[in-house]
């Protein structure tokens, strides 16, 4: 959720639909003083692979509804922002605490359809998702990270 509120801080303050890249890096690194220039830029990389932000001709823009995302009074991101989660993981892990099971039985129960359900022939995004499916635990808001997780292990 950081790194939520950090993406939506700039396009807020500035009531900007999209913002230049330059102009994003500046808001991070010198307005607020939240990180580097270094920083800045593998924030905007990561916010891009999360399926937060999208970039067309080098203007960056939020694909979600800022107007939704509150922030607090004196917020300053953490470090957090700048650890690349793995979508994968992290829906085995909400469909472990929901089914109150372990995440090895969510991988095991994963590799069993992949193996006999399809003949090997499914990815683990896909399959995490059918099982997600199944159980009913809720999996859009993983969607768009899982796509892109799939295209960048292509």
């Known amino acids: 959720m950081t790194l939520k509120i950090t993406i ?3 396009f807020r303050h500035s009531r900007k639909a999209a ?3 330059n102009e ?4 991070f690194a010198l307005d607020r003083k939240w990180m580097s220039t270094e920083q800045a830029n593998l924030l905007l990389k990561n916010a891009e692979e999360e399926g937060l932000l999208v970039q067309d001709n080098g203007v960056f823009s939020p694909k979600f509804d800022i107007s939704g995302v509150t922030i607090p009074v004196g917020f300053k991101p ?7 989660r793995d979508p994968l993981q992290e829906l085995i892990g909400r469909i472990a605490r929901e089914q109150k099971k372990e995440e090895t039985e ?9 193996r006999q359900g399809f003949d090997g022939n499914l990815l683990p995004e896909a399959a995490v998702v059918v099982i997600a499916k199944r159980h009913n635990v809720p999996f859009a808001d993983k969607l768009e990270a899982l796509k892109t997780s799939v295209k960048k292990n292509k």
Not at 24 to 27: C, E, G, I, R, S
Not at 78 to 84: C, L, V
């Open 78 to 84: 953490t470090s957090a922002i700048f650890e690349t």
């Open 8 to 10: 939506a801080a700039p």
């Open 106 to 114: 969510v991988v095991a129960e994963m590799n069993r359809l992949i």
């Open 24 to 27: 994003l890096v500046y808001y």
């Open 19 to 21: 913002m230049r890249k």
